[in-house]
């Protein structure tokens, strides 16, 4: 816990300076949690502000200070759900939606910037995302919590309030959804750099050279 | 142990066993996992992150109280509404039907519909026809 129970028990009397700490304390692990499970970062901030309006209006509602985390994480599900929902309507902007070459300037752009490290992360963070848009999102969400955020299913059980074996076996199918994913993937890359090879042959394609240009 | 709590156990071993997904691949993911979390460190928030919360906050109070407002105004003129309605349903009717018996009920009835052939009308009815015929017999 973050903060103490009495603090808690504070907020829940209407103190607003207790609220505010209880804000504090948790704000990053929130925005981080949402940042990983939403890929649109200018609306990280404002997803995690829903989050903590939700928090105060249903404080009240909290029987037992002790269950305040699990419950924090239930209220931010519902938000990224809420947010994922009205967000199917507006086209979403991916790396895998570009074409070949628009990727390899974007690669040479990003290049100029990120050297070594940096560009592996942002290749690791893209694939992870790019696999976690592939499936619906409750797998994402839930995924996102166990192996991402590091919950466990103890944790898991209190915020989907459903049986541990329930929850293996939805953890077990989002995960096998994900890892198709993965092979396809891993093979379509696979696929990528042999055409690069193959491109990058003397006599290469117009396309190509214009790309290396 | 009974037959059947040995089964339930037989089954769930071997669905259990069945949902151990290939070593190699789930380790793959959870390092591709593992190293996405590291790539992804918690973001700053904003300096008006907190000020922001409470903006929305005060903005929801409000409409909830206009809401309530409405709500509010909304309960009044049904409850007038009601009273209203309930005045004009005690309000005194014919008194045969209050205060008389079943067949005076049904005798007021019976008059009202046959109003159109009254006596008084028929009369006044076989007064002018007979006006009629003296002025035709003069012509």
Known sequence: ?213 | MSDLQRLAGGIMMKFSNSMQPDDSSDDRLVKLFRAYRAAMPDPEPGANFTPGVWARIEQRRASSNWFGRFAKGLAAAAVAAYVILAMMAASPQDPVFLNGTYVDALVTDHNSKLEPYHLDRVAQISTDLDSEHQSLEIE
């Open chain 1, 1 to 213: 816990m973050l903060v103490e129970f009495g603090l808690i028990e504070e907020a829940q009397k209407g103190d607003a300076s207790a609220f505010n700490q209880i804000v504090s304390a948790y704000r990053r692990r929130i925005l981080g949690t949402i940042s990983r499970i939403i890929s649109r970062p200018e609306d990280v901030e404002d997803v995690a502000q829903e989050v903590f309006v939700r928090l105060y209006f249903s404080l009240e509602q909290l029987r037992t200070p002790e269950v305040f985390e699990p419950w924090l994480y239930r209220l931010t599900v519902n938000a990224c759900y809420d947010y994922l929902r009205k967000s199917k309507r507006k086209p979403e902007f991916r790396m895998s939606d570009l074409s070949e070459q628009q990727v390899m300037m974007a690669d040479a752009a990003a290049g100029s910037r990120f050297e070594g490290d940096e560009s592996e992360k942002r290749r690791n963070r893209e694939m992870v995302a790019e696999l976690l848009g592939a499936v619906s999102e409750e797998d994402r969400i839930l995924l996102t919590l166990k192996e991402v955020e590091g919950l466990s299913l103890k944790d898991l059980e209190k915020i989907y309030d459903v049986n541990e074996n329930a929850l293996k076996v939805r953890l077990f199918r989002a995960r096998q959804r994900v890892l198709k994913k993965h092979e396809e993937q891993l093979r379509r890359s696979g696929e990528l750099k042999d055409r690069k090879t193959v491109t990058g042959a003397p006599g290469t394609s117009a396309k190509t050279s214009e790309a290396k240009g």
